[in-house]
């Protein structure tokens, strides 16, 4: 038997070798020539010549052995719908959206942007658009009108799917006046708005730019819409993630190696047979919900739950009853969650037979050993932790238990999935750590395997120089976490090295929240950290110099200022972003050169030591960061 160490020995000394036999696990109309072409790195090139459609591989090469069997399940607590597509249906529905898309003008290299809440016609339109080559650009449903038109400049989509509203707490949340602010606001509008009418509220048209999914669908009721046969490096699609300026990066996947990585991680990582069920708690906004709700489990043939709705609604046992209603062996979410399971009755764990489930797979964030011990120990199964961005689509730190079980560690997401050289640098001198429990950058060798971003969309230089130069005298990926390495290789997170901050999973950019906050009249500068929370891992702290200072200077006063804030964000940007406090302060911590001291503030705000000071210009702006702190 072939040891993980063996195999993942084998990923890195032949890759070409080893992704060529993966490789296998996909469809190809046309084989490619070469597995890997790195000749212009960090641009590397999988499966070279090679034509297949993610599409095809989700859905159609399944009708042949799996029609009748469920493909995609779809439960809302919110609207208290439930139904099953099987993988005939989902084909059907699939070529029905990719013929309106098609009817509305979009054509391979167009992109379409996809604004919509966990409804199965999201799932339709993103295998609708790879189907065609369009390519795709979900943004997260909570996001807020400027979030969403910094997008549509970026991608400048053709055609924008979305719908009147999605639910919380079964109370509807619009979308559509979000959606025509943010068109309003964008200098790129799209053509066509295909709106998909939930009849949750109701929706203003635009005349000749909006159009009906439902009326459409009846037209295009019969259509068969052939896959466009790709080259593996062609887009699929562009997915946006915050980093350390305003402007959210698109991170473009390829084809052919995303769906090879995809099929692969399913067999090692994840465990799974064809024919079964998996539920991830995610949502198609983030990419846990690309890869592991949508192409993921389809591409291995199997049943994918799509859950829209709380996790503690009716109950904290929703989804264990999802669990044994649809017989899920896997299932993924993220520490914050089971964070709010925990307040719930523990018994609701044991109320619902879970014998089917096997694996509990957590990522996003830090996980913490009491979290994973309570659930653990609660549903009487393992739990697994698993690293991983945006950028890369698939597991970087894992343990691959599909090729030998390897004991995982509390704390620990593993060790190196195939295929990914992961080392630890020196931040200021670039040289690489070897001894172990020493801290240092982590960063990836190049290649990247196949299914990582493959460059920022329409920004080659902004991918060099963003994750290829950042790392001093060296040529590798940097991932901006910290990490260690302990004596068996098991890699422990400590955290970002940015200023990207980690709210439930969720990655937000203080620059894109201070920039936010800075809109506000009232606001002459002002700076966001990120401060520990025992709930969602990180939330956004906001220190503002005001202009006016007698807006604010009595309690009630602060008070209300601070809320017409918290708003401000909520509004532009999303509740998620939403800072949990703004602080008033007359001056901000900075270094005499300008540059504000973050990371002192964030100690500060967490009851840490600032750290070295001698570069400070006003050491008092500390104390008033202090006393704002504990007022
Ligand atoms: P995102 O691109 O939104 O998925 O965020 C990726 C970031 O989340 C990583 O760079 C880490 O900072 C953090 N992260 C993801 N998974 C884990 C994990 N298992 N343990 C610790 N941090 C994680």
Redesign the pocket.
């Known amino acids: 038997m072939t040891t993980y160490r063996e195999y993942h020995a084998r990923s890195l000394s032949d890759p070409a070798g080893f992704w060529s036999e993966q490789a296998q696990l996909i469809d190809w109309h046309q084989p490619f020539s070469r597995a890997l072409d790195n000749s212009n790195p960090p641009f590397t090139k999988w499966f070279v010549g090679g034509t297949t459609n993610l599409c095809h591989n989700a859905v159609d090469r399944h009708l042949a052995t799996r029609a009748d069997q469920s493909a995609l399940i779809y439960v809302s607590t919110e609207t208290n719908e439930e139904k099953t597509y099987t993988y005939r249906q989902l084909y059907r529905e699939v070529n029905r959206m990719a013929g309106i898309l098609q009817g509305l003008g979009v054509a391979p290299g167009d992109r379409v942007l996809i604004y919509m809440p966990m409804i199965p016609e999201a799932a339709f339109a993103m295998l609708a658009c790879v189907r065609i080559g369009a390519i795709h650009s979900v943004v997260f449903g909570g996001f807020a009108a400027v979030s969403l038109a910094t997008r549509i400049d970026d991608a400048q989509p053709k055609v924008i799917v979305s719908t009147d509203a999605g639910s919380r707490a079964g109370k509807p949340v619009a979308y559509k006046p979000l959606l025509d602010e943010a068109i309003t606001l964008a200098r790129f509008p799209p053509q066509k708005v295909l709106l998909v009418d939930r009849k949750l509220v109701p929706m203003q048209r635009v005349a000749e730019r909006d159009v009906d999914y439902a009326a459409l669908r009846a037209t295009h009721m019969n259509d068969e819409v052939p896959c466009a046969w790709l080259e593996s490096s062609e887009p699929s699609y562009i997915l946006y993630?915050?980093g350390t300026t305003g402007k959210p990066k698109g991170?473009q996947r390829d084809t052919g190696g995303y769906a090879v990585a995809l099929a692969a991680s399913m067999r090692d990582i994840f465990c799974c047979a064809p024919g079964e069920t998996y539920f991830s708690t995610s949502d198609i906004g983030?990419?846990?919900g690309h890869s592991y709700i949508v192409y993921g489990p389809l591409i291995n043939g199997m049943a994918t739950v799509m859950y829209e709705g709380l996790p503690i609604r009716p109950d904290g046992g929703i989804w264990w009853s999802i669990v044994e209603k649809y017989k899920v062996s896997t299932m993924f979410s993220s520490?914050t969650a089971i964070r709010v399971l925990k307040k719930q009755d523990p018994a609701l764990l044991k109320k619902y037979d879970l014998s089917s489930l096997r694996l509990l797979f957590?990522?996003?964030?830090?996980?913490d050993e009491s979290t994973a011990r309570w659930i653990s120990d609660g549903i009487g199964k393992p739990v697994v932790?698993?690293?991983?961005?945006?950028?890369?689509g698939w597991p970087i730190?894992g343990v691959s238990r599909g090729i030998e079980p390897l004991p995982s560690k509390f704390g620990s997401?593993g060790l190196p999935a195939a295929g990914y050289s992961v080392k630890l640098y020196n931040e200021s001198t670039g040289e690489e750590i070897t001894s172990p429990q020493q801290k240092g950058v982590v960063a990836i060798e190049g290649p990247l395997p196949p299914g990582c971003m493959t460059t920022v969309w329409r920004d080659d230089e902004r991918f060099k120089r963003t994750y290829w130069t950042s790392v001093p005298n060296q040529r590798v990926y940097s991932?901006?976490?910290w990490g260690i390495r302990d004596e068996d290789g098991y890699f422990f997170?400590l955290?970002?090295t940015d200023d990207?901050i980690?709210v439930s999973?969720?990655?937000l950019g203080t620059r894109e929240i201070e920039e936010s906050l800075s809109s506000h009249p009232n606001v002459a500068e002002v700076a966001v950290v990120g401060v520990v929370d025992p709930l969602k891992g990180q939330v956004a702290m906001a220190f503002a110099i005001l202009k006016d200072v007698t807006k604010a200077d009595t309690h009630e006063k602060r008070l209300a200022h601070e809320g017409e804030m918290m708003k401000v964000v909520a509004t532009q940007l999303g509740a998620l972003a939403r800072p949990a406090r703004v602080h008033f302060v007359s001056a901000l911590p900075k270094t005499r050169s300008g540059k504000l001291l973050r990371r002192s503030i964030q100690a500060l705000a967490e009851g840490r030591d600032p750290g070295d000071l001698t570069t400070i210009e006003d050491p008092t702006a500390l104390e008033q960061i202090k006393r704002a702190i504990h007022a």
């Open positions: 993630t915050s991170v983030w990419v846990v520490p957590l990522a996003g964030e830090p996980l932790d698993n690293y991983w961005q945006t950028e890369t730190l997401p991932t901006f976490d997170i955290g970002r990207v980690n999973g969720h990655r």
